[in-house]
């Protein structure tokens, strides 16, 4: 009977293996993936700080900023770091105030078999026109 017994229960462990090597895979996926978006936003967060400091960088204490050289700037500032024109928004909320937002995408490595190809990390950088 114990011969029985063990005969049946042969196997079981390399199914359990099995299954504990995909769950250990997939979790390391997710960390890479996840470290690629932490990076993605980080990007996007100093791009979007620095474009918006450019674009203030044009204005005048008399005149506050001037929207197309501003607009110009930031763009400009944000291309120099890898950032696409399409993936800037440039707005002007007051006279002496601009506002960019940056949006990063990266590929995916392995969350692209779970049907995300891409990631997308979104960042807002404000600057202010100070007047001294």
Do not use: K, W
Not at 112 to 131: D, K, N, Q
């Amino acid at each position: 009977m114990n011969d029985h017994v063990q005969r049946r229960d042969r196997g079981s462990a390399s199914v359990g293996l099995m299954l504990l090597v995909v769950i250990a895979i997939a979790g390391g996926g997710l960390i890479f993936d996840g470290s690629r978006y932490l990076t993605a936003e980080r990007h996007a967060s100093n791009t979007a700080e620095a474009a918006a400091r450019s674009a203030v960088e044009t204005g005048s204490p008399s005149e506050g900023l001037r929207e197309a050289e501003a607009r110009q700037a930031a763009i400009s500032r944000a291309e120099s770091a890898g950032v696409s024109a399409s993936d800037v928004a440039v707005s002007f909320p007051s006279r002496d105030t601009v506002v960019v937002t940056i949006t990063e995408r990266r590929p995916t490595t392995f969350i692209r078999f779970g049907g995300a190809s891409t990631i997308i990390a979104a960042a807002e950088g404000r600057a202010r026109l100070e007047y001294s």
